[in-house]
């Protein structure tokens, strides 16, 4: 491409006026990356963006604008509202990724063909609206490194618009050696002090959960794993790598060949699934939900495990195996006749709850079911409906893999085995959607995802009597060792068939193929790397509240103290050795430092005592009135207080429930255990005599400290 001279080149004497232009593309730079890597923009978005500004850099390296720059300025405006026409008509079909389309190929068409001067601001507000479209995309980690660019960049170009201003230019002005160096430190040394300082307001100006849940976070769209589920949709979601669920399994059960089981469909048309299931209340009794009280019980493996699911559009639990129990901070949940387990509503700030389940075996290893259960007439007919129009080659087709097969598992096994060896697995949607997708899955496409191999399954098992029906949820994961924690993310989006098997029930079996192409293994430990830094950013930023306040206070307060009694040391070998030279420029640097020290510590002293004030105005509130979570969680803090000055602290990793049993051979082992039980009576909202209980037993606590009771005869486990 032929480039043109510009009509006015900045003086060689002032690198002010380049330093500008680098400045407003590290302005859009930074703004654009933010929104591609939170997930904001899609690839034809990534493409666009990024060639513009290549073509901006290529102007700035070259400083010659594009030949016929004026007449491109002159015919964006048209050209982009003719195709955002053709894109939310006929390319997208999507009214609001039409609008992201034609805003990003606008901004960046400005940006690319504008002249240097006039593309300044343009490119500013194309960095503020990437920044935006990151804030609603997740306010992450990666999300908080391009703001300090961004603030970097626009504090750089504030200052050399200012240096260039007063600079007398031309030839007779003489260069400043070292200006770009300078301006550049100058403008990190700005934007490093504004993030110190609102870092230091957003630490000590603590937030509500939900408030801040409500501002911060991006609920995830989950489609098909709601209410209804369309085939292609969950392939749609697998196309993503968002975290979805965030596991803790206690004990050495390996997480990636566990299924969590969402949602259950019954009723097919021929395109999308939905339930006729009915739902029943349950009621949450104390943060407690016992949901197996009789009837049949198989033994088998159990498992606990704590679920923290994403800010989302669903309301569903997603759970591993037959669920027995669960521990959630909820009033209620809604059970459904299939089995499967959702809120009243969905949560700002994600789901939180602890499950105890009983895994299911493979059906040939496990025992039949005692007592038999045997389904009603009415669910029969319902797991046995078949679409209206059903392509007729479909039953020859399932009578044909299951010819030889003696039984209904020989045959659903069969056709499972059919389904994973003769097929192929891709997430590639057709063009145009058929009239009958399944049919067109299993007679001329043969390939697909999850959902058209379990939906297939499904309608074949029906058209041999064997009664069947689809399930959506996630399988697998994978275990970040930075985080002790199992990572399931919307890639992990799977569905596979819940069969009745006469004298087993329903049994699990997954006729989808695994996937040929897996990540690499540095971009998986990167992943694992982000995934880390967001979960710290959320539990310490986003749901920073009073109690994580006390938390980190704590954690400042024993590394003060343990500084200290290294300051200490070092200052009674430095006076033993006064009259060493080498020393006493030391000495003084360390009478400076302890004397910063003691400021430290007596702003904390100050800081600790107003605590405790507020502390006792709550204690005497709480007496007067209804007891709420937040001071349930401080008088638990209060009497783990009491037990660490005996030298019994809280592992991070145990429930109150379990470090409260490692001390029951302890002298105030069964006080602990009372307390323990009040506590979480009271945090779940127990009634009115919950509070001067609690305070009461505190009380007896504190007497016991100061009559110099000991707790000897217990351990706490590590």
Known sequence: MKLMPRTAAPSAECPAPMIVEWAMSGLAASGFLAAALAGALDRGSILLGTAALLLRVGKLVSRREIPGHKLLELLCLPVCAVWFGVDALAASRDLHLAALHGAVLTGGWQLAVSTLPRSRWIAAAWGVFGLLLAGTGGAGVSFLFFLFLFLGFGSAALLAAQVRRGFPGGAAGKPIRGLTLRLLLLAAAIALAVMS??????????????????????????????????????????????????????????????????RVFDRFDGSSWQTDSSETAITVDHGHAALISGGAVRPGERLTYDVEIE???????????????????????????????????????????????????????????????????????RELQLPNRLDPRIGGLARGWARSAPTDLAEARAVETHLRSDYGYTLELPRRRPADPVADFLFRRRRGHCEYFASSMTILLRTLGIPARLATGFAGGVYNPLTGLWLVRTSDAHAWVEAWLEGRGWTSFDPTPAATSAPAAFETRLSLYRDAADLWWNTWVVGYDPVRQGVLADLVDRGARHMGVDWMAWLAAARQSRHSPPLRPLAGVLAVLLGLALAGFGWKSGRQWLLRLRFRRRVIGIRRGRLSADDATVLYRRMLELLGRQGYHKPAWFTPAEFAGTLERSVWGPRVVEFTAAYNAARFGAGREAPARLSKMLDDLESAVRAGLTMAGAEPRS
């Open 197 to 262: 300082f609102t870092t230091g307001l957003f630490l000590l100006l603590p937030r509500g959960a939900e408030v801040a849940a409500r501002i911060s976070s991006h609920r995830l769209w989950m489609p098909g794993l709601a209410g209804r589920v369309t085939l292609g949709e969950i392939g749609k979601l697998q196309a993503s790598a968002r975290p979805a669920l965030h596991v803790r399994i206690f004990g050495d059960r390996d997480g990636s060949t566990l299924r969590w089981r969402g």
């Open 311 to 381: 800010p989302s559009n669903a309301d569903t639990l997603f759970l591993a195996g037959r669920t027995e129990s669960l521990d959630l901070p909820y009033p209620s949940l809604i059970e459904s006749s299939s089995g499967t387990y959702r809120l009243p509503f969905a949560p700002y700030g994600g789901i939180r709850y602890e499950a105890y389940s009983l895994l299911e075996d493979p059906p040939e290893q496990a025992g039949p079911l005692r007592p038999a259960f045997q389904l009603s007439r009415d669910e029969r007919r």
